[in-house]
Nanobody, 123 residues
Framework: QVQLVESGGGLVQAGGSLRLSCEAS????????MGWFRQAPGKEREFVVG??????RTLYADSVKGRFTNSRDNAKNTLQMNSLKPEDTAVYYC??????????????????WGQGTQVTVSS
């Protein structure tokens, strides 16, 4: 069983930046394709970004493209969020997928999930 732990959420003003990190308790994340999802109040959880095992391939949701950057090393998966907007306010979840290659776009492709970290962007 893989336990994912997110950190780095918080409150920031619009236009500001936050960095989220995701680590796997007791394991390296290098064995998994990784992803970030988010869920705003009253809305369904949505895809933010997926990254391949080696980090060479990424797919971003159109809503965050150009503002968010996903990177990874053996120890953790990091989401750098710049130019934040109030509509980015959500609980952000880290997820790990055992797909053999590429990145995962859909929630059903992910095998493990973190508990989530709150990101709040004030206007």
């Amino acid at each position: 069983q893989v336990q994912l732990v997110e950190s780095g959420g918080g409150l920031v003003q619009a236009g500001g930046s936050l960095r989220l990190s995701c680590e796997a308790s007791g394991r390296t994340v290098s064995n998994y394709a990784m992803g970030w999802f988010r869920q705003a109040p009253g809305k369904e959880r949505e895809f933010v970004v997926g990254i391949s095992r080696g980090g060479g391939r990424t797919l971003y949701a159109d809503s965050v493209k150009g503002r968010f950057t996903n990177s990874r090393d053996n120890a953790k998966n990091t989401l750098q969020m710049n130019s934040l907007k109030p509509e980015d306010t959500a609980v952000y979840y880290c997820a790990a997928s055992t797909i053999p290659a590429g990145f995962a776009r859909y929630q059903t492709q992910y095998d493990y999930w973190g508990q989530g970290t709150q990101v709040t962007v004030s206007s």
